[in-house]
């Protein structure tokens, strides 16, 4: 089982103090049966008046930071150790009745599912429902699994990445027609598709590291977006289009939510004088560690340091 050591540093630097309204952190990894929190810290300097945890309505870890005094920055660093079990494809086990496409959930699931099965992006002349359509075979039984994989790797395959350091997030169809984003349109647009299909599907907010020297993970360096569908015999399932992987292998989960605004690692207001704000400064390393699995890099597997808007 790989350990892993995560630090991401956000800071934000103002050319005159400016004073801090509530701020939303979310850094603190789910704990699961497959990533386990040895040690989680949370600094942030200015030292907050108040800082209080909660959980949202899908179970992420939230600090709520509250500051009674102005400075010419904020810095907001998260230290995390756990341990991390990775599941392959190979390992994910469905149902009988949930093997082959199309199927329908089960009466008990159903009323818990249909929130993540509802489309979220307007779609009038139905190019993601065509889009999807295509990965369904007409001369044979569609396989669930091997479908949505198939989703996944032709997105990896036909999709460019390019970082974005904007914040936001590309319209499914945008996306389509571009033919190119940021692991968080990826995201949206697989999302979208398996919605279109009948699947319950969620959008996941983490960080992404390379499992062994053999093994390039694209969109790191900062956080990491990719897909949960749920599947019966597994539930929740990682599907990773950027990188066009089935499995939670490289991936570690942070926020699971329906929307991409719903799982936003750090958001909150300043105010100041016009012209304060100078920029962002992200920060990420992973690092794993050396005994936990042979024959692995060890240098920093996914380190980034950039500037950018608030």
């Known amino acids: 089982m790989p350990l892993l050591s995560i630090r991401h540093v956000t800071q934000y630097e103002y050319r ?18 497959d990533q386990h ?26 600090a709520i930071a509250r500051f009674n005094h102005r400075a ?30 199309p199927f329908t959930y089960s009466s008990e699931d159903m009323p818990d599912l249909l929130r993540s099965i509802e489309r979220h992006y307007l779609d009038p002349s139905r190019k993601i429902d065509t ?24 997105i990896k395959r036909d999709f460019t990445y390019v970082p974005r350091h904007a914040k936001g997030t590309q319209t499914p169809i945008e996306t389509l027609e571009k033919r190119q984003g940021t692991c968080r349109d990826f995201a949206v647009l697989m999302i979208e598709a398996v919605r279109a299909l009948g699947f319950a599907a969620r959008f996941v ?29 597994s539930g929740w399932v990682e599907f990773d ?3 066009g992987i089935v499995g939670n292998r490289g991936l570690v989960r942070v ?43 060890i240098a920093p597997l996914a380190v980034n340091s950039r500037n950018g808007a608030p």
């Open 205 to 233: 907010s983490g960080y992404v590291y390379n499992p062994s020297r053999g093994e390039g993970r694209v969109g790191g360096g900062n956080t990491h977006a990719w897909v949960r569908i749920f599947l019966p015999g």
């Open 255 to 297: 926020a699971v939510a329906r929307d991409p605004y719903q799982a936003i690692p750090l958001s909150g207001t300043f105010m100041g004088l016009p012209g304060s704000y100078i920029g962002m400064k992200l920060d990420v390393e992973i690092r794993l560690d050396p005994t936990a699995l042979s024959g692995v890099s």
């Open 131 to 154: 889009w999807a359509r295509h990965f369904v075979r007409d001369d044979a039984k569609t396989e669930t699994l091997a479908m949505l994989g198939d989703i996944a790797a032709s």
């Open 37 to 62: 929190l040895i040690h989680a810290r949370l600094e942030i300097d200015p030292e907050p008046s108040e800082l209080r945890w909660l959980h949202d309505v899908f179970g992420n870890s939230v």
């Open 16 to 33: 005159q103090p400016v004073s801090f309204g509530e701020h939303r952190i979310m850094a603190r990894p789910r704990e699961s049966y």
């Open 72 to 101: 010419t920055k904020l810095c907001v660093a998260s230290h995390v150790r756990l341990d991390h079990a990775p599941l392959a494809g190979d390992q994910i086990d469905i149902e009988d009745y949930a093997r082959c496409f």
């Open 241 to 243: 289009p950027t990188n």
